[in-house]
């Protein structure tokens, strides 16, 4: 699993998911960190990372 806790502000960050219809990823950038989650920002999405999420992240 991740480590987000560690990541900073700015990361350069990959989001990859499976799903029943297909796979894929994403690059984005995290935007905030806090003491229980993260956010990653991508083709205008804002996605939640936290321990429950993490292992989506790299």
Excluded: C, P
């Excluded at 480590?3 to 502000?9: E, G, I, N």
């Amino acid at each position: 699993m991740a480590d987000w806790r560690t990541w900073k502000k700015g990361r350069k960050t990959t989001w990859h998911w499976n799903e029943f219809d297909g796979s894929g990823s994403r690059e984005g950038i995290i935007t905030e960190v806090h003491e229980d989650h993260a956010i990653m920002e991508a083709d205008g999405m804002h996605l939640w990372i936290d321990d429950d999420t993490a292992e989506m992240f790299s």
